[in-house]
């Protein structure tokens, strides 16, 4: 089993700035993609941005320009760095990672969610 913990979300100001982080732990062998979404009541959740394990990135139009996502491999850990945040922005965001296991087998995991709010 892997856990994902998040951490640093919270109120913000429009046009601020928040940093998430999200910590892998347990049973790790490999981690792979690595990846944050978010989700509104009412509305299904969305892809934010993901990240390879070599580093290669992926952004939702939504937030290209304005977030931006990294991972230490070494600590199983990814961030998302969002600036110039909207009211728009305002959703709980989930850290996602799909994890590889010895013998080819791969399972998808998710943390429990950290609320951002913008006001504007």
């Known amino acids: 089993q892997v856990q994902l913990v998040e951490s640093g ?3 913000v100001q429009a046009g601020g700035s928040l940093r998430l982080s999200c910590a892998a732990s347990g ?3 490999r981690i ?3 990846g944050w979404y ?3 009541p009412g509305k299904r959740r969305e892809l934010v941005a993901t990240v390879t394990r070599g580093g290669s990135t992926n ?3 939504s937030v290209k320009g304005r977030f931006t ?3 230490d491999n070494a600590k199983n850990t990814v961030y998302l760095q969002m600036d110039s945040l909207k009211p728009e922005d305002t959703a709980v965001y989930y850290c996602n990672a799909d994890h590889y296991y010895l ?3 791969t399972m998808e995991y998710w943390g429990q969610g950290t609320q951002v709010t913008v006001s504007s």
């Open 9 to 11: 979300g919270g109120l």
């Open 27 to 29: 049973s790790i062998f």
């Open 32 to 34: 792979n993609t690595m």
């Open 38 to 40: 978010r989700q509104v």
């Open 59 to 61: 952004y939702a139009d």
């Open 69 to 71: 996502i990294s991972r």
């Open 103 to 105: 013998g080819g087998d």
